[in-house]
């Protein structure tokens, strides 16, 4: 069975700063999809990005980028010039490319930005 | 265009009671999810509905839960003789055909006193 881990329970970043959230996953697939989804107070799930696990290049949104790499199943979320706004919880999650690419999840990391 | 809704935002219901929580997924999405979020035991999938498939149920906890979605549209969570376990927010997703990221609704919290 898959699996996703989180070993940052919280962390910690001054506003303007970079901070890099990590994330590993277990699995036997060769294809698959990895997501970060942001949830702030309001409980609403964001997503923040995506990766093909076919696709060797990074995945950037913006501020967001990921350091991907398949044969360490490691997906770690970078975000660049952090700010209030992106102060929430955490989630890296996976999808296997089957026909329901339902979502596994990892224990999240809550993320607080320092003024 | 208008997002996953979701209702109640909240509900307390006492042990033993049944409840039902109501998704309505964005219009002209396929695909239905419904995740449970809960202290112990983090995200965890419930059940995924698309078009007219059978539902896979794979991750209902118990017998006393079940879901129906009518007209491939708006979905019903049921459960039944609710538990103190049962406390959680439940999240609805939705997903576009064709395509694999799922949208999701604010979630209702349930409290089971």
């Known amino acids: 069975a898959q699996t996703v881990t989180q070993s940052q329970p919280e962390m910690s970043v001054q506003e303007a700063e970079t901070v890099t959230l990590s994330c590993t996953y277990d699995?036997?697939?060769?294809?698959?999809?990895l997501f970060w989804y942001k949830q702030p107070p309001s409980r609403q799930m964001i997503l923040v990005i995506r990766?093909?696990?076919?696709?060797?290049q990074n995945a950037t949104e913006n501020r967001f980028s990921v350091n991907f790499q398949k044969a360490a199943k490691s997906f770690s979320l970078k975000i660049s010039d952090s700010q209030l706004g992106d102060t929430a919880m955490y989630f890296c999650?996976?999808?296997?490319?089957?026909?329901?690419?339902?979502?596994?999840f990892g224990s999240g990391t809550r993320l607080l930005v320092r003024p | 265009g208008a997002g996953v809704s979701q209702s109640p935002s909240n509900k307390v219901t006492e042990k033993g009671k049944d409840v039902e929580l109501r998704c309505d997924p964005i219009s002209g999405h396929t695909a239905l999810y419904w995740y449970r979020q809960s202290l112990g035991q983090g995200l965890e999938f419930l059940i995924y509905?698309?078009?007219?498939?059978?539902?896979?149920k794979s991750g209902l906890p118990s017998d006393r839960f079940s879901a129906e979605r009518t007209g491939g549209s708006v979905s019903t969570l049921t459960i039944q003789r609710t538990q103190q376990e049962d406390s959680a927010v439940y999240l609805c997703?939705?997903?576009?055909?064709?395509?694999?990221?799922?949208?999701f609704g604010p979630g209702t919290r349930l409290t089971v006193t």
């Open positions: 999650a996976f999808a296997e490319m089957d026909s329901s690419y339902k979502l596994i």
């Open positions: 509905f698309q078009g007219n498939s059978a539902p896979d």
């Open positions: 699995t036997s697939e060769n294809n698959y999809y």
């Open positions: 990766q093909e696990a076919y696709k060797q």
């Open positions: 997703a939705s997903t576009s055909p064709q395509a694999y990221e799922q949208y």
